[in-house]
């Protein structure tokens, strides 16, 4: 009788281990994604003073990470390389801004849209009645190489458009009189033209946002496994709330 009492209980702690294990296994997937940034657009991401990535998505992929139960590790990466390092798996996903558009679509996947933003006109505080991107005709605009403000500007051959590497580098061109607009993201604007001390008694921005734009995550065309636990995850974190305590912590 002691012998199989001591049996009994030596098969229930096991199933009971074993039960405990599924259950924590079923919460964490254990998988680690590499995340790609361009680390240039404050206040979505950008390198803070102690050498960290930071910012809006920063915080958006690691709420997502948390609730769909995986790691994240951050790769800063050049914008004008960013999709061609995706497509040949150097990483597993890009946040970054990054607007959801048919021309992208055609390939790489996005997850639903998790914030929306639109482009503005950002100029010097100084010039009167200039509020709409077709009043530069003859002028230089500046835009992000491969943003969707460059691409609104291009729509415009009478409009001189000045590619930069970074945003940052535009805005400076600007401040300094070099260009006669920027084109960019309203919450990059923002951050440059209504709270970078730099900037914020030079530049203004003017009119209302001229496109209707969504940022996604993006992931190699058919990875399905990364998209649907990025968008599980995703979704949580909208259920929660978590998009609105971080807009009022990045963007407001």
């Not at 992208?104 to 933003?117: C, E, G, I, L």
């Amino acid at each position: 009788m002691f012998k199989k009492g001591i049996l009994f209980i030596l098969v229930l702690a096991i199933s009971t281990f074993f039960v405990f294990s599924g259950c924590s296994k079923d919460k964490e997937t254990g998988k680690k994604l590499t995340i790609a940034t361009d680390a240039t657009w404050p206040p979505m991401e950008f390198v803070d003073k102690e050498k960290n990535i930071v910012g809006f998505d920063i915080d958006m992929m690691k709420a997502i990470a948390d609730a769909a139960g995986f790691e994240v590790e951050f790769k800063n990466t050049a914008w004008d390389g960013i999709f061609a390092g995706l497509a040949t798996d150097k990483y597993d996903a890009v946040i970054s801004s990054v607007t959801i558009t048919e021309d992208r679509q055609k390939t790489m996947d996005f997850s639903a849209p998790y914030v929306n933003a639109g482009q503005v006109l950002v100029i010097k505080k100084d010039l009167k009645d200039m509020d709409k991107l077709e009043q530069f005709t003859g002028k230089s605009v500046g835009a992000q190489i491969g943003t969707t403000g460059a691409i609104e500007i291009a729509k415009n051959k009478a409009i001189t458009l000045k590619s930069y590497d970074e945003i940052g580098l535009a805005i400076e061109d600007l401040a300094n009189g070099r260009i006669d607009a920027v084109v960019c993201d309203s919450p990059i604007a923002a951050d440059f033209a209504l709270q970078n001390p730099q900037y914020k008694d030079v530049l203004k921005i003017v009119g209302e946002p001229f496109t209707t734009e969504e940022y996604g995550i993006a992931v190699n065309k058919g990875n399905k496994e990364v998209l649907d636990l990025i968008n599980d995850g995703l979704s949580k974190v909208m259920k929660k709330g978590t998009n609105k305590e971080l807009e009022k912590k990045w963007l407001k």
